[in-house]
């Protein structure tokens, strides 16, 4: 049994970074991929990025160039650096883990999710 506990949301102004962690509880062994999706208000889930064999990264269209994915397995945590955010950005981010994390049907563990909100 997997547990993923995110931290690191809160408010930020436009423009400003933001670093969310997502600490890994278990046996993550058999986790072939990890990743972040969010939700907006009144919007679908949404694929943010992933990180595959420790190795692969991909990325939102949306989000590429600004936020980078990274795993630190000494800590035991995944995280998201994200910089130049926009309102746009504003939602609760979720922590997957999985055999896959997009399309999201490979998921098979979530975090119970970060607010994080842009001020315009």
């Known amino acids: 049994q997997v547990q993923l506990v995110e931290s690191g949301g809160g408010l930020v102004q436009t423009g400003g970074s933001l670093r969310l962690s997502c600490q890994i509880h278990g046996n993550d062994a058999s986790l072939g991929a990890m990743g972040w999706y969010r939700q907006a208000p009144g919007l679908q889930r949404e694929f943010v990025a992933s990180?595959?064999?420790?190795?692969?990264?991909a990325y939102a269209e949306s989000v590429q160039g600004r936020f980078t994915i990274s795993r630190d397995n000494t800590k035991r945590t995944l995280n998201l650096q994200m910089n130049s955010l926009t309102p746009e950005d504003t939602a609760v981010y979720y922590c997957?883990?999985?055999?896959?994390?997009?399309?999201?049907?490979?998921?098979?563990?979530w975090g119970k999710g970060t607010l994080v909100t842009v001020s315009s």
């Open positions: 990180l595959t064999s420790g190795v692969f990264t």
């Open positions: 997957a883990a999985g055999s896959m994390i997009d399309p999201s049907y490979g998921v098979d563990y």
